[in-house]
């Protein structure tokens, strides 16, 4: 019970912070997005107001390490591991600047989707091919133009915190546009939220660990699908050090 009313009341900040919020954003929106193409300021903006509701619950505690070695201004491609709802909110608390991909209902949710739209996410309607394709020139034109692209190459939240089998769209993105992948492990949300329900845990600790970047050097005579059997396999060995009960193929 304690649980449900907590959920409750954690749900009802974040919907009233958002209606606060978002005419904001779009106030930033229009005064910015004649000089400021990358739209890097909104952004900052949208990483500001996902931080708050991690920023002000104190039973969320997030440990980033390594913050070090994202190193600003660089395009990468980022590649992270997909426990809850709550993995974009904490990845934001980076300030870094980059264009996450997601699947298209979430830019159907009304103000958080709004959002998505003005900072120009990259949707995706998974399943179909036409969608993949634009997806992947999106990403493309994204990244030749300086904006990072963030990625989930499981494709959707693990049912059980374990890494689950990567697609190949991210590391055939770094592969033909010759950009550095950046690996990202974190732990914690899937306790926070676990998939199927919105009943938010109590308390948990959450960790983000930026990894050694993969240089395209690294991988230049690799196939995709080789680069992505290499990366899934130094996620998998850094996120059993942190949780050995979320690992597994």
Known sequence: MIAVIYSICIWVFMLLWAFIM?????IIWLLTVLFDKKLIILHK????????YTWLNPLWKVRIENWHKLVRHKVYIIVTNHQSLLDILVLYR?????KWVSKIENFHIPIVGWNMRLNRYIEINRGKTKSFLKMMRDCENNLLSGSSILIFPEGTRSEDGKLGT??????KLAIKTNIPILPIVLDGT????????FILRNRSNIKVKVLNEISPESFASMSSQELTKIVRSVMENELKKMNPIHTGS
């Open 190 to 197: 899937a306790k926070a939220l676990p998939k199927n329900g």
């Open 22 to 26: 978002f005419p904001l954003a779009v």
């Open 94 to 98: 980076l300030f870094a600047h980059f």
């Open 166 to 171: 990567f697609k190949q769209g991210a590391f």
């Open 45 to 52: 903006f949208s990483s500001f107001w996902a931080s708050i």
